[in-house]
C-alpha cells in the first residue's frame, strides 16, 4: 500500500466502503468525519449527483479517444472552463493523470521552452526544501522531503533547493501568513550567483506547501521568488495540486496571493478526486514558443495515453460545474473566520506547539516524543478514526483540509474530537 505502515495497518485494516456529502463509511457501518477531503482532492465532498451523472453517461457514450493526433469535444471544453477559472495569464491546458504527471510535465515544458527560444542552456531546475512535487524522478529531484527522496539514488541532476519557510521561533501561532521569512526568497539571487542565472530554466514551489505539513508563504515572500524569477529570465512554476479549487478561498493560489506564475501545475479537486486526472496550465508565450516549424511536426514529445481521458473530462466538467453552482471555489473565504477560531482553541492543549491556518486548510504541529518521530501524530490518527473523524498526518504534524462543503457543526464536531483526542495523547 502507497505511503502506509503495511504491518501495522493488516494487523488491523482501517476499510472504506462508502462514502456520501462529508462522510465515509467503514466496513463495520460506522460513520467517519472526512477532515481531509480524502487526501486534499475531493473538495465538493462525496457522492456528488453531478459529477455521478457525467461519469454514467460518458461511460455509456465515448469511452476512450486516442489522446495522440486525435481529439474529442470534451477535452477542449474542460480546456477552456479550465483556463476561463484560472486567472488571466493562463490560456492553455496540457491534461495529465496525476500531480506527479503534472509536475514532470511541466518541467519538461520548462526545459523545451528555453531551448525553442535558443535558451537551451537554461536546464537547471530549482525547487525547495520540505517541498512535494509528487513522487516521480522530477518531482523528487527537485522537491525536499527527505524520506521522499534519499533511498532513490541520485536523482536529477542540476537542481537545487531554496531554503523551506517553517520558524517555530519567529512564528509559532500565527494566524494566517506569517509576519517573518520573506527574506528567505532571497536566497534565490544566491543560487543564481552560484550557478548563473542564465542556466537556470524554473523555479517551482508550492503557493502553500501541503503535504510537508502546511507551511505557508510569509507575508511578501511569494511576490519576492517572482520579482526575482522574473529579473532573470527563469519561469516561476506554482505547484497548485493541493491549492488548485478551492483550497484558499480562491479558485487557484496565484489568484488567493495576486502573484501570477508562468506555469500552474494541478490534478487532485480538478475531478473532486473521482477519477484521475491533472493539468498543467500555461500561458500563450509559452504554448506559442512550440508553434514553430513545419505544420505536419509533432511540436512537444510528450504526453500520456490518458491525457484529457474522455470520463475523466466528464468527471472534470460535472466537478467544475458542482463548484460553480454551489459558490465552493469562494466557500472557503467565507469560513475561514470560523475555522480559524476553532482551530486556534486547541493552543494550550498537551504536545501542541504550533497551529497554521489559511481558507479550509489547516495544521497542528506536535512536539515529538524524544528518539520517536511521527509516532505521537500517528496515534493521534488511529484515535481519531477511531472516535469517528479523518484527519491525516505527515511526521508529527496533523493537517486538516475538509471538502468545501463543510458546515459549522461539522467544524465544531471536528475540532471538538479532535481535542478530545489530543488531551489523551501521551
Ligand atoms: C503539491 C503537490 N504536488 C504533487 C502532488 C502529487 O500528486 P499525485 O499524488 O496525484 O501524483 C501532490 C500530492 O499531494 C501535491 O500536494
Redesign the pocket.
Known amino acids: 500500500m502507497p505511503f502506509t505502515a503495511n504491518r501495522q495497518f493488516k494487523k488491523a485494516p482501517r476499510m472504506l466502503v462508502a462514502a456520501e456529502g462529508m462522510h465515509y463509511t467503514t466496513a463495520d457501518g460506522r460513520q467517519i468525519l472526512d477532515g481531509t477531503a480524502g487526501?486534499?482532492c475531493c473538495n465538493a465532498g462525496h457522492k456528488r449527483p453531478k459529477i455521478v451523472q457525467a461519469i454514467q453517461e460518458q461511460a455509456a457514450e465515448l469511452d476512450y479517444a486516442p489522446a495522440f493526433q486525435m481529439g474529442h469535444p470534451k477535452v477542449f471544453e474542460l480546456a477552456n472552463r479550465l483556463v476561463d477559472l484560472a486567472p488571466e495569464p493562463f490560456e492553455h491546458a496540457f491534461f495529465t493523470n496525476?500531480?506527479?504527471?503534472s509536475?514532470e510535465t511541466a518541467l519538461k515544458i520548462a526545459i523545451a521552452y528555453h531551448r525553442a527560444r535558443g535558451e537551451g542552456q537554461r536546464t537547471r531546475l530549482i525547487g525547495r526544501e520540505r517541498g512535494?512535487?509528487?513522487?516521480n524522478f522530477g518531482?523528487i529531484s527537485v522537491g525536499g522531503i527527505v524520506n521522499n527522496r534519499k533511498v532513490f539514488g541520485s536523482l536529477l541532476t542540476g537542481v537545487d533547493h531554496l531554503p523551506h519557510t517553517h520558524d517555530l521561533k519567529r512564528n509559532a501561532f500565527t494566524r494566517g501568513q506569517p509576519e517573518h521569512g520573506a527574506e528567505l526568497a532571497d536566497e534565490l539571487e544566491r543560487i543564481c550567483a552560484l550557478h548563473g542565472p542564465e542556466t537556470i530554466a524554473a523555479v517551482i514551489v508550492?503557493p502553500m506547501a501541503?503535504?510537508t505539513g502546511v507551511l505557508l508563504p510569509p507575508k511578501d515572500y511569494l511576490q519576492r521568488l517572482r520579482a526575482i524569477t522574473k529579473k532573470h529570465g527563469i519561469l516561476l512554476i506554482f505547484?497548485e495540486?493541493?491549492t488548485g479549487f478551492g483550497r484558499l478561498g480562491a479558485p487557484f493560489a496565484a489568484g488567493y496571493f495576486d502573484v501570477m506564475p508562468d506555469m500552474i501545475?494541478c490534478?487532485?479537486g480538478l475531478t473532486n478526486g473521482v477519477i484521475p486526472m491533472?493539468a498543467v496550465l500555461t500561458t500563450a508565450q509559452i504554448h506559442d514558443a512550440f508553434m514553430t516549424g513545419p505544420e505536419h511536426l509533432i511540436e512537444l514529445f510528450h504526453g500520456y495515453t490518458y491525457s484529457g481521458n474522455p470520463i475523466a473530462c466528464a468527471a472534470g466538467l460535472g466537478t467544475l460545474d458542482t463548484y460553480a453552482e454551489e459558490g465552493l471555489l469562494t466557500r472557503g473565504a467565507e469560513l475561514a473566520g470560523y475555522w480559524e477560531d476553532a482551530l486556534h482553541s486547541l493552543r494550550g492543549l498537551p504536545h501542541v506547539i504550533d497551529i497554521r491556518n489559511m481558507g479550509l486548510i489547516g495544521a497542528v504541529e506536535l512536539e515529538p516524543i524524544a528518539g520517536e518521530p511521527t509516532k505521537r501524530a500517528f496515534s493521534a490518527f488511529l484515535k481519531a478514526y477511531e472516535k469517528g473523524i479523518l484527519i491525516r498526518t505527515t511526521g508529527d504534524i496533523i493537517a486538516l483540509s475538509p471538502p468545501l462543503i463543510i458546515e459549522k457543526d461539522h467544524i465544531d464536531q471536528l475540532i471538538g474530537t479532535l481535542g478530545d483526542v489530543l488531551k489523551t495523547l501521551d
Not at 98 to 101: A, D, V
Not at 132 to 135: F, K, L, P
Open positions: 487526501l486534499w496525476s500531480g506527479s504527471e509536475v512535494y512535487h509528487g513522487v518531482g508550492e501541503g503535504s505547484d495540486v493541493i501545475t490534478a487532485k491533472g
